[in-house]
């Protein structure tokens, strides 16, 4: 009869003699998941930031900035502004933590507990939002509960763009009026002119002095060089619009053919040009006249420099993207700069620089940049300037296509 080996060890269920390997093998089974259990898993974490993206997408029609966050602050979904402004993409703000891009990031993370503990449906205060390789820039914030679960709306209204909007308001408002103005002026002016210039010519044919004949011409000159003047402020709203396709650094070269033809020595013109832009619908002549009336004022800024030999004249075209000016936003914008490296403009003058007969130099007519806001704001779009000494910035966005 074959022989029976019998283990010495007993068969104990609560016997503690375990294996290492059977150990190892325990320690590594996956227990069951309870029901309405959050998987705790890099998988599970990218499926729930999938499905939230999903539900937030109207975000991105929206011009603020919008972030939809835990209440430890891991950011569920960014909108395209959000990108915009932070300059990176939305699947590397996805997972981070909101409050680090900011410069006080403790005002944000006791904000998202509050609002995670309802201690308050809507939160708002002012902070500093980080952004990469800039300035970091104010923003107004505003903390939101929502009806799920540990999910929470921020959004964030860059202070900044408050700012602009207001000022474009006052721009747009501005120049309205003063178009009225010049209308009304120039015709108050103009009819009593044409009076004045023929009782000066019916009092030169009857005087027969020489000297006294001097002064009619003097009346004379003087009242054709006010007519000239109102001509000129009447310009813009006799002649008609004609828009053809425009291609702006067509405009550009040809603006820049003038000024290198009146300051040959002495001024360097730069251009950087984005030759991705898209032609569009516009009145050519009327743009060149615009870009040439602001070149034109920088040239004779920069005539100490002209004349040192170190002035520069830059002419930078870009597409701005999602932009909001005129109280409309468009998808794309021309975004045209004309810099020269002057003393800048005044400030006594620098708010009224669109100003009808409102001028930096001695002998300025003030004209030209009131003709320059009034053709671009006949293509739907808007000038404005950043000036420091050093350095001027004439910025022109009209809508793209």
């Given at each position: 009869?074959?022989?029976?080996?019998?283990?010495?060890?007993?068969?104990?269920?609560?016997?503690?003699?375990?294996?290492?390997?059977?150990?190892?093998?325990?320690?590594a089974r996956p227990r069951p998941v309870r029901q309405n259990e959050r998987l705790n898993t890099p998988l599970s974490s990218s499926i729930s930031t999938s499905l939230a993206s999903s539900r937030f997408q109207s975000f991105d029609l929206l011009a603020t900035l919008v972030a939809v966050v835990r209440s430890d602050g891991t950011v569920l979904f960014a909108n395209s502004a959000l990108e915009d402004a932070l300059g990176s993409s939305r699947r590397t703000i996805e997972g981070s933590v909101l409050p680090d891009s900011f410069t006080e990031p403790q005002a944000l993370h006791r904000a998202l507990e509050g609002a995670g503990g309802n201690q308050f449906a809507a939160l708002r205060y002012d902070a500093w939002l980080k952004r990469l390789n800039h300035e970091p820039f104010p923003v107004h914030v505003i903390v939101t509960q929502t009806d799920m679960p540990?999910?929470?709306?921020?959004?964030?209204?860059?202070?900044?763009?408050?700012?602009?909007?207001e000022r474009e308001e006052r721009l747009v408002d501005q120049a309205q009026a003063n178009k009225e103005l010049i209308r009304n002026l120039a015709h108050e002016i103009k009819n009593p002119l044409g009076g004045i210039r023929g009782a000066a010519q019916l009092l030169e044919m009857e005087v027969e002095s020489r000297d006294l004949k001097e002064y009619t011409q003097v009346i004379i000159h003087e009242a054709d060089r006010l007519q000239t003047l109102v001509d000129r402020l009447l310009a813009p709203h006799r002649r008609p619009h004609l828009v053809g396709d425009v291609n702006i650094h067509e405009v550009c070269e040809r603006v820049r053919a003038l000024i290198v033809a009146e300051f040959p020595k002495g001024l360097k013109v730069v251009r950087d040009y984005d030759t991705s832009i898209p032609e569009f619908r516009g009145d050519r002549e009327q743009l060149i006249q615009t870009v040439l009336n602001v070149a034109h004022n920088a040239c004779q800024a920069l005539v100490e420099r002209i004349t040192l030999g170190d002035a520069c004249l830059t002419f930078r075209t870009r597409i701005a993207r999602q932009i909001t000016f005129g109280k409309q936003r468009y998808k794309l914008a021309l975004e045209l700069h004309v810099m020269d490296n002057g003393?800048?403009?005044?400030?006594?003058?620098?708010?009224?620089?669109?100003?009808?007969?409102?001028?930096?130099?001695e002998g300025g007519s003030g004209l030209g940049l009131t003709l320059a806001q009034t053709f671009v704001q006949q293509h739907h779009g808007l000038i404005e300037v950043e000036s420091v000494p050093g350095r001027t910035d004439f910025t022109i966005l009209i809508p793209l296509p």
């Open positions: 009869m074959p022989s029976v080996c019998k283990s010495s060890r007993p068969a104990s269920l609560g016997l503690r003699a375990t294996s290492p390997a059977f150990a190892a093998n325990s320690a540990d999910e929470i709306v921020v959004e964030l209204l860059p202070l900044e763009l408050q700012a602009r909007q003393p800048g403009i005044p400030d006594s003058i620098k708010d009224r620089i669109f100003y009808p007969l409102v001028s930096g130099r």
